[in-house]
């Protein structure tokens, strides 16, 4: 299999590896009802259009049981009616766009949604950071970036703050100078950029050079080692919500942590983490269900209760999404360091 390529080139890297390490470890365990589990990975390019054909491939010609993937919401969200209609169960590690799960019963994700990233970020805001006035720099291509704008708005308003600019680009976009000057006349305490890491780090530096000293604050589309790489110091002092932090103590995410380090010589990000959990996610209804029918296996990924994963309990609601605590990361010196958790309300 070739490299994964596309501006997010990292998250399907990480995901691919994350996949790959819980798919070896089912297989020496035995596998499912006698059977090795294979992965089939293709690279849509981050393009929409590719992976609609990528997914129409896989079920029509591979036969594959299930999808997982992909991790950005608006190539999701055009995947997900195509393993619908064909009846195919599909989980998503990581696309967090409400509408995902929403395109059909066979749709599941093993992540928080944005009405609760952005909730948790605009309450980190308005409480932790104590701030009243925030700016908005959405990726108005992005069916994430969107919706959490619009959420971030709608409950930092709630919580007495204030909006003072909106402003937008487009994925693959480079120079965002004129919407940060006109965001500078405003003059607010923070920033808030629901985008991906390659324009969120040129967003940052270009943040400095007009002179802008508010942090930026974001959500899991940050959340790539290449993220400082370009952003670089002006990213000091920012912070993201994220799904999971290797600070973690607890034992099962050390014990992920030292077998991920062991194949792929690096500390896994957010996205391995999500992608080994919507792996083994799968392989513990693939042994539950009554046959390995598309149908009996989205019947039994549907009854998924309290499964511990690397990223929390997993409970599968009634809208297919699993509802779990949030993590904000400050970056700190290049590094990315856990600040708080913050947990759904009840
Ligand atoms: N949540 C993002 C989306 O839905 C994808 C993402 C997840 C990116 C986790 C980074 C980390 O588009």
């Given at each position: 299999m070739g490299s994964l390529t596309g501006t997010e080139a990292t998250f399907g890297t990480s995901t691919r590896d994350g996949i790959d390490l819980a798919i070896k470890q089912i297989n020496a365990a035995g596998g499912i009802k006698g059977k090795k589990m294979r992965v089939i990975v293709i690279d849509d390019q981050g393009k929409s259009e590719e992976a609609a054909t990528a997914v129409t491939k896989l079920i029509t010609q591979d036969k594959v049981s299930a999808i997982l993937g992909e991790v950005g919401s608006t190539r999701s969200l055009a995947m997900a009616p195509i393993a619908q209609g064909h009846h195919v169960p599909m989980i998503t590690p990581s696309s967090t766009a409400v509408e995902v799960t929403q395109k059909g019963d066979f749709i599941f994700r093993v992540c928080f949604i944005d009405p609760f990233q952005g909730w948790a970020m605009a309450q980190f805001a308005a409480?932790?950071?104590?701030?009243k006035k925030a700016a908005i720099l959405r990726d108005v291509k992005s069916d994430y970036s969107v919706g959490l704008a619009n959420i971030f708005t709608e409950i930092f308003k709630k919580l007495g703050g204030e909006i003072v600019m909106d402003q937008s680009y487009s994925g693959g976009d480079a120079d965002f100078k004129s919407q940060l000057t006109s965001i500078k006349t405003k003059n607010p305490d923070v920033i808030y950029v629901p985008g991906y890491y390659t324009e969120v780090g040129l967003i940052a530096r270009q943040t400095r050079e007009l002179g802008i000293k508010a942090p930026l604050i974001g959500g899991d589309g940050w959340d790539s080692a290449k993220l400082t790489e370009i952003g670089g110091p002006a990213l000091d002092g920012s912070f993201f919500s994220n799904?999971?932090?290797?600070?973690?103590?607890?034992a099962i995410v050390q014990k992920f942590i030292t077998d991920f380090k062991k194949d792929f010589n690096q500390v896994p990000d957010g996205l391995a983490a999500m992608g080994y959990d919507a792996a083994i996610v799968l392989a513990d209804a693939m042994k539950r269900a009554k046959s390995l029918s598309g149908d009996d296996i989205r019947s039994a990924l549907a009854e998924t209760k309290d499964y511990q994963a690397v990223t929390g309990k997993i409970t599968i609601d009634k809208n297919r999404d699993a509802s779990k605590a949030a993590v904000v990361i400050e970056i700190k010196g290049g590094k990315f360091v856990l600040k708080e958790t913050i947990n759904p309300p009840k």
């Open positions: 409480k932790t950071l104590k701030v799904h999971y932090t290797p600070d973690d103590k607890s």
